[in-house]
């Protein structure tokens, strides 16, 4: 059984969403963390600087949304919410799971802060240079991976429905389209509800 440690309307709701499209047994484990309850980091929470999410799958502790995000869709592969080991589309999938941390976030993040990013030795790029490639990609297809919707698409739909009227996000109706694509889902309006306290 995963157990997700989770506060309300934050990065884990994502993973409300995802698990509800896989069908996968879970159960919420609401805790506090630094910046929101003040302080110490919740001792309940495993996430090495109390942060969420994180899961526990009967004691296997997985922090980090793309290693979340991945190891879900390892674990309950029924519902094909990633390509699996050897199967077409994996190595799209490893790299966008990747890119969302190690680029698209700190690339808003950088625009957020006003910090120029420094091209040659940041692991990142401008928001607008990462938003051109996304842009591209997804005026060619539905989702990240073409056709199929994966748990890539839960992080990357949901900032972007996130950010959809904020000046941070530069213009695209491909985008546009693509966030209000993801949170049409029935299993994101669910994790809506479950998130509200429904
Ligand atoms: N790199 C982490 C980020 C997690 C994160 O920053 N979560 C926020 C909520 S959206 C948090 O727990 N903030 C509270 C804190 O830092 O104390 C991931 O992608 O999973």
Do not use: C
């Not at 919740?42 to 991945?70: C, M, Q, R, W, Y």
């Not at 539905?142 to 992080?155: C, K, M, Q």
Request: aromatic letters at 10%; charged letters at 20%; proline letters at 9%.
């Amino acid at each position: 059984m995963i157990t997700l440690f989770h506060r309300p309307r934050t990065r884990s709701t994502r993973f409300l969403f995802l698990l509800e499209e896989l069908d996968a047994p879970y159960q919420v484990r609401l805790v506090g963390t630094r910046t929101r309850d003040g302080g110490a980091a919740d001792p309940a929470n495993p996430h090495p600087h109390g942060k969420v999410p994180a899961i526990s799958d009967d004691g296997t502790i997985v922090f980090e949304s793309p290693a979340i995000a991945l190891y879900l869709t390892d674990r309950f592969p029924k519902n094909r919410l990633g390509p699996v080991v050897g199967e077409p589309g994996r190595g799209a999938y490893l790299s966008w799971l990747s890119y969302y941390t190690g680029v698209l976030e700190p690339a808003f993040m950088s625009k957020f802060m006003n910090v120029e990013v420094p091209r040659g030795t940041a692991g990142w790029v401008p928001v607008d240079e990462a938003i051109t490639v996304l842009d591209k990609l997804l005026s060619a297809g539905p989702y990240l991976l073409g056709d199929r919707f994966s748990a890539a698409d839960v992080l990357y739909g949901t900032t972007f429905a996130m950010f959809a009227q904020s000046p941070m996000m530069p213009k695209s109706t491909a985008i546009d389209d693509y966030a209000k694509r993801v949170v049409s889902r029935p299993a994101y309006l669910k994790a809506q509800e479950l998130d509200a306290g429904g």
